[in-house]
C-alpha cells in the first residue's frame, strides 16, 4: 500500500548512485514515459485496480525533485552515499464503496496528499531508508512510518537488481479507518526493483512490493486477504 513510496525511494534514491558522475558536470536531470501501477483496491482487499500513470523523475541541483509520487521534494542534504529531506507525497490509497461490492457497507475514504520526511543511507551493497509521512488533508489516513532495507546487485552497465525486506507502522487513524482497530504495526514486506537503462536514454523498469498484514490489521473482520501485493512499471527517456 506504500508501493509508490517504495518506488519513489528506490527509484531516486538507490539509481542516483548510478548519476553520481553525472551529477558533477550537470545541474539537473529529467526522465519520462508512460507508467501504470496495480495495487489492492483498499487495504485488505482481495481485489486489485490498475490505473496508468505519467512517469517523471527530475531533480535540479542535486536538492530538488519530483519523482514518482512525491509531487514536490527537497534534500536537507544529499551525497553519494547518503540523503535526507521533505516531500509532498500523493498516497492513491483509498476505499470507495460504491466501486466496490465487498466494500458497499464501509465507510469511504478518499486518496490523499502526504508529508513526508525521509533518511536513506548506502553502505557498499546494502541501503537503509526509512519515512514517515502525514495526512495533511484530513482524510483519515493519519501517519504510517516505514522501514527498508535493500540489497543491490549490479549485473553490468546500466542494469541493476535491488531486493530487500520492510515494515510498515500505522497510527490508530489510519488503523481505525481501514481497519477500526488501533496502531500498530500495519504489514511487513517485501519490495524488488529491477531497472535496466540503455542506449544512454531509455530506462525501462518493475517495481514489486508484496506485503502481509500483520497484528490487528491481519485480524479485522474486513479484511479479505492479508497477503497484499503491488506492482509499479514503467518506460522512460532520459533527457539530461
Same mark, same amino acid.
Given at each position: 500500500?506504500?508501493?509508490?513510496?517504495?518506488?519513489?525511494?528506490?527509484?531516486?534514491?538507490?539509481?542516483?548512485?548510478?548519476?553520481?558522475?553525472?551529477?558533477?558536470?550537470?545541474?539537473?536531470?529529467?526522465?519520462?514515459?508512460?507508467?501504470?501501477?496495480?495495487?489492492?483496491?483498499?487495504?485488505?482487499?482481495?481485489?486489485?485496480?490498475?490505473?496508468?500513470?505519467?512517469?517523471?523523475?527530475?531533480?535540479?541541483?542535486?536538492?530538488?525533485?519530483?519523482?514518482?509520487?512525491?509531487?514536490?521534494?527537497?534534500?536537507?542534504?544529499?551525497?553519494?552515499?547518503?540523503?535526507?529531506?521533505?516531500?509532498?507525497?500523493?498516497?492513491?490509497?483509498?476505499?470507495?464503496?460504491?466501486?466496490?461490492?465487498?466494500?458497499?457497507?464501509?465507510?469511504?475514504?478518499?486518496?490523499?496528499?502526504?508529508?513526508?520526511?525521509?533518511?536513506?543511507?548506502?553502505?557498499?551493497?546494502?541501503?537503509?531508508?526509512?519515512?514517515?509521512?502525514?495526512?495533511?488533508?484530513?482524510?483519515?489516513?493519519?501517519?504510517?512510518?516505514?522501514?527498508?532495507?535493500?540489497?543491490?546487485?549490479?549485473?553490468?552497465?546500466?542494469?541493476?537488481?535491488?531486493?530487500?525486506?520492510?515494515?510498515?507502522?500505522?497510527?490508530?487513524?489510519?488503523?481505525?479507518?481501514?481497519?477500526?482497530?488501533?496502531?500498530?504495526?500495519?504489514?511487513?514486506?517485501?519490495?524488488?526493483? /529491477?531497472?535496466? *537503462?540503455?542506449?544512454?536514454?531509455?530506462? &525501462? %523498469?518493475?517495481? !514489486? @512490493?508484496?506485503? $502481509?498484514?500483520?497484528?490487528?490489521?491481519?485480524?479485522?473482520? /474486513?479484511?479479505? *486477504?492479508?497477503?497484499?501485493?503491488?506492482? &509499479? %512499471?514503467?518506460? !522512460? @527517456?532520459?533527457? $539530461?
Amino acid at each position: 500500500m506504500r508501493l509508490l513510496l517504495t518506488a519513489t525511494i528506490a527509484i531516486s534514491g538507490l539509481a542516483s548512485n548510478g548519476r553520481a558522475d553525472e551529477s558533477d558536470t550537470t545541474s539537473y536531470h529529467i526522465s519520462v514515459g508512460p507508467a501504470f501501477y496495480t495495487m489492492p483496491r483498499y487495504p485488505g482487499s482481495q481485489g486489485s485496480r490498475t490505473r496508468p500513470f505519467p512517469f517523471v523523475d527530475a531533480e535540479y541541483d542535486n536538492r530538488y525533485y519530483t519523482s514518482v509520487s512525491d509531487i514536490f521534494g527537497v534534500y536537507a542534504f544529499k551525497t553519494d552515499s547518503a540523503q535526507a529531506g521533505a516531500a509532498l507525497e500523493f498516497d492513491p490509497t483509498e476505499r470507495i464503496g460504491h466501486r466496490d461490492a465487498k466494500a458497499h457497507n464501509l465507510r469511504s475514504i478518499r486518496d490523499t496528499t502526504r508529508l513526508k520526511l525521509f533518511a536513506s543511507k548506502t553502505i557498499l551493497f546494502v541501503t537503509a531508508d526509512g519515512n514517515v509521512a502525514t495526512d495533511i488533508l484530513g482524510h483519515g489516513q493519519g501517519t504510517l512510518a516505514q522501514g527498508n532495507l535493500w540489497f543491490t546487485a549490479p549485473l553490468g552497465a546500466g542494469f541493476s537488481i535491488n531486493v530487500g525486506p520492510g515494515a510498515t507502522w500505522a497510527d490508530t487513524r489510519y488503523m481505525h479507518s481501514f481497519f477500526s482497530t488501533h496502531a500498530g504495526i500495519l504489514d511487513t514486506h517485501l519490495n524488488g526493483l /529491477v531497472e535496466w *537503462q540503455f542506449l544512454s536514454h531509455y530506462r &525501462v %523498469g518493475v517495481l !514489486a @512490493y508484496l506485503a $502481509r498484514l500483520q497484528g490487528d490489521a491481519a485480524a479485522s473482520p /474486513v479484511v479479505q *486477504q492479508r497477503a497484499q501485493r503491488t506492482v &509499479v %512499471g514503467w518506460v !522512460a @527517456y532520459k533527457f $539530461r
